[in-house]
Each structure stands twice: as C-alpha cells, then as structure tokens.
Nanobody, 124 residues
Framework: QVQLVESGGGLVQAGGSLRLSCAASGYTFNAYTMGWFRRAPGKEREFVAAISYGGGVTDVADSAKGRFAISRDNAKNTVYLQMNSLKPEDTAIYYC?????????????????WGQGTQVTVSS
C-alpha cells in the first residue's frame, strides 16, 4: 500500500531554515505529482507547494514564494521542502501527499494519499 513518511520538522527560531523530507513507497513514485500542505493551529489545511512527476515544474503558494522550494529525487522516492527565512506564521503541521495525476494541483481533493505530518514550530 502507499506510504508517505515525513521527517525533518522541529523547533527553529524566526529567520532560520529547515528541510522537510517525505519518503514514499508502495507505488510508482516518478509517475505522479507530489505536494506539500500545512495546517496551522485553528486553521484549515492549505497548499504550500507542488512538483511535477519529473521534477521540472513546480508551484509554490504566494505565502511561501521566495522562501520555500520543493524538489524531488526520483531515484530515492523522496520529495523535499526546503524552508528558509521562516516566520512564526509558518508554524504548522506539514503534510506531503501524492496526487491522482500529473498536473500541478493546489486543491486537497486532487491528492489521494497523505503522510502523518511533521510539526514545524517557529519561535519569534
């Protein structure tokens, strides 16, 4: 079965950096778009970034543009989220997900399997 396991979260001061990883198994990793979402306390889950199946095309939410970058290593079945210049408002649980298809999707409904999430806390 499909498994997605996130790692790399933690506590960091504002202005710092973290790199999240998501290891995938149980399906043909390089055939599908991957995405990162986050859920902040008291808020709905929101789109952060997505990357095409080959890794050549990415989409990043406006709130993260210029600070976050998504990448993937298809040889390692892993997708990454590099987060720089972190702000307290980036505090959230971060989830990776695999899409049903190959386009770049921002909607949660386009993603069929999700990881358990990893906590990111940014202190001021």
């Amino acid at each position: 079965q499909v498994q997605l396991v996130e790692s790399g979260g933690g506590l960091v001061q504002a202005g710092g950096s973290l790199r999240l990883s998501c290891a995938a198994s149980g399906y043909t990793f390089n055939a599908y778009t991957m995405g990162w979402f986050r859920r902040a306390p008291g808020k709905e889950r929101e789109f952060v970034a997505a990357i095409s199946y080959g890794g050549g095309v990415t989409d990043v939410a406006d709130s993260a543009k210029g600070r976050f970058a998504i990448s993937r290593d298809n040889a390692k079945n892993t997708v990454y989220l590099q987060m720089n210049s972190l702000k307290p408002e980036d505090t959230a649980i971060y989830y990776c997900a695999v899409a049903f298809g190959r386009a770049l999707y921002r909607s949660e409904g386009a993603y069929g399997n999700w990881g358990q999430g990893t906590q990111v806390t940014v202190s001021s």
